[in-house]
């Protein structure tokens, strides 16, 4: 069973910065990719960004690149997702997943852990 947690979400205006963190914990893989999804409300829930075993072959979707940079330490199991220019479209919930594999993939089906998700907020 491995555990994931994230924190970091909040209620920013459009144009701003926020920083979510995911600590992991537990039986995680000898070497795993990490990823974060969210979900908005009435939609389905949708690839953001994901990283590689030792924070090779990060990914990230058309509607963040340029914008959002993820990033992890290993030796901690921890991954963060830096967050600037927010808009009000980038308002979800955020979810932090981790795959038994080294390589990241941009499909949900290929992480089996999910964290419980925090709130991000954006005004206009």
């Known amino acids: 069973q491995v555990e994931l947690v994230e924190s970091g979400g909040g209620l920013v205006q459009a144009g701003g910065s926020l920083r979510l963190t995911c600590a992991a914990s537990?039986?995680?893989?000898?070497?795993?990719?990490m990823g974060w999804f969210r979900q908005a409300p009435g939609k389905e829930r949708e690839f953001v960004a994901a990283?590689?075993?030792?924070?090779?072959?990060?990914l990230y979707a058309d509607s963040v690149k340029g914008r959002f940079t993820i990033s992890r330490v290993a030796a901690e199991n921890t991954m963060t997702l830096q967050m600037n220019d927010l808009l009000p479209e980038d308002t979800a919930v955020y979810y932090c997943?981790?795959?038994?594999?080294?390589?990241?993939?941009?499909?949900?089906?290929?992480?089996?852990?999910w964290g419980q998700g925090t709130q991000v907020t954006v005004s206009s």
């Open positions: 537990g039986r995680t893989h000898i070497s795993y990719a």
């Open positions: 990283i590689g075993w030792r924070g090779r072959t990060p």
């Open positions: 997943a981790h795959r038994s594999s080294a390589i990241a993939t941009s499909r949900r089906n290929d992480y089996v852990y």
